[in-house]
């Protein structure tokens, strides 16, 4: 009888055992320039949620990250992606964020990627609506959550004692974390100083690592292959234009899809989410306010990262849309009371705002009744090439 041969078993392990604890840094150079540049405006959860590809962007000074949520896929020709493909300005934007990626969701990727953001540049986008009195939901926080960052906090050494607590007490109130037993009960051990909770968390940790190891060589397999580019919407016009003539010409690409409505809503939006309960809409924001959020500690546990990174961000304050906002009660002066304390907020961690709060009555800044829009693009874009300039 033949005896069976174990050495190709032996092998296999033996290549999985080192693939899988070899640094995981040695194994980026596999991700190519060109998976990157695909990444750079394909918005795909594989870059937010993951984080090779962003540890491979950042070793290219040429791009610029912006992290924000929805609004950074209205991609129309004078969204910074587009326009600086017709008027260069020394950097590429990379967009990092879709619809539910608030300032936690960020916080994570920022905290995993730790010393890559030590003196770069990026920005940040923030939304008003973000800054409800609930605050992030389960509804948001879910399709977002990555598992990979939340397991790379528990063993990140460099974070501070007291942002690594914050931000695990933060975890342990979504259920998606809290029915992973395994991350909880790490994360468990951060939060409380009891000896059951450190024993357990210490039991656990060994298999702890072992997982994020095998998220973090899953986080490269997925960049290899499932990130796809987006071919740019370019307008050669474009080039060259002076910001009042580009002011112009983005108001009447605005008022050319606006022609149904008084708010200066794309009018695809308009008859689809709008036109049908116009009615009952009148005044449905008269009890909401944007000034009191648990939004603001997510906020600072970014501010108070970057802070120690020492990261040089530009943080980006949109308006609602004004005459929209009358119309649906919630009234100017608590309008302006959030531009006012979410400026402050920033300011008062030593970031840059680039404050476009006086444009919520400007024609065509938005595109709907929230996300940035034709002009709304052109002021960015200003912001974005100043901020550049000044680093």
């Known amino acids: 009888m033949k005896q069976p041969t174990f050495g190709p078993i032996f092998l296999a392990f033996a290549l999985f055992c080192t693939m899988l604890f070899i640094p995981v840094q040695w194994l ?33 000074d040429k791009y610029l990250p912006m992290y924000g949520s929805s609004e950074l896929s209205r991609l129309d020709v004078y969204h910074p992606y587009n326009y600086f493909k017709v008027n260069p300005a020394g950097f590429t934007p990379f967009l990092i964020g879709r619809g539910g990626t608030q300032s936690f969701v960020h ?3 920022f905290a995993a990627l730790g010393d890559d953001l030590k003196n770069r540049e990026l920005v940040f986008i923030l939304s008003p609506q973000w800054f409800t009195k609930e605050g992030l939901n389960e509804v948001h926080f879910a399709p977002n959550y990555s598992s990979l960052q939340a397991y790379d906090l528990v063993f990140n050494d460099e974070l501070s004692v007291r942002l690594k607590k914050k931000a695990a007490k933060r975890l342990l109130m979504f259920d998606i974390v809290r029915n992973d037993k395994l991350l909880t009960t790490m994360l468990e051990g951060i939060v409380y100083h009891d000896i059951k909770h450190r024993c357990e968390a210490v039991a656990v940790k060994p298999f702890g690592y072992v997982y994020r190891n095998i998220l973090e060589r899953k986080d490269i397999v997925m960049s290899l292959f499932a990130v796809n580019s987006r071919n740019p919407k370019i307008d050669h016009g474009l080039r ?15 008022e050319a899809a606006s022609k149904t409505n008084p708010y200066w809503i794309n009018d695809r939006y308009y008859r689809k989410h709008i036109a049908d309960k116009i009615s009952k809409l009148k005044g449905y924001k008269a009890n909401e306010a944007y000034t009191e959020s648990p939004e603001y500690e997510d906020l600072q546990l970014i501010l108070d990262l970057l802070k120690q990174e020492k990261t040089k961000a530009l943080f980006i304050s949109i308006p609602v849309n004004g005459p929209w906002y009358d119309f649906a009660g919630f009234p100017k002066e608590r309008r302006q009371a959030y531009y006012e304390k979410v400026r402050t907020v920033i300011e008062k961690s030593g970031f840059p705002v680039a404050d476009l709060s006086s444009q919520e009555y400007n024609p065509f800044f938005l595109k709907d009744t929230l996300h940035i829009g034709w002009k709304g693009w052109v002021y960015v874009d200003e912001a974005l090439a100043e901020f550049h300039r000044k680093q």
Do not use: C, H, W
């Not at 060259?240 to 605005?254: I, V």
């Open 28 to 60: 980026y150079p596999l991700i190519s320039d060109k998976k990157v540049e695909d990444a750079a405006a394909s918005l795909s959860t594989n870059v937010f949620q993951g984080l090779a590809l962003q540890k491979r962007m950042l070793e290219d």
């Open 107 to 109: 916080f994570l990727s």
């Open 240 to 254: 060259s234009l002076p910001l009042n003539a580009l002011n112009k010409r983005a108001e009447r690409t605005g």
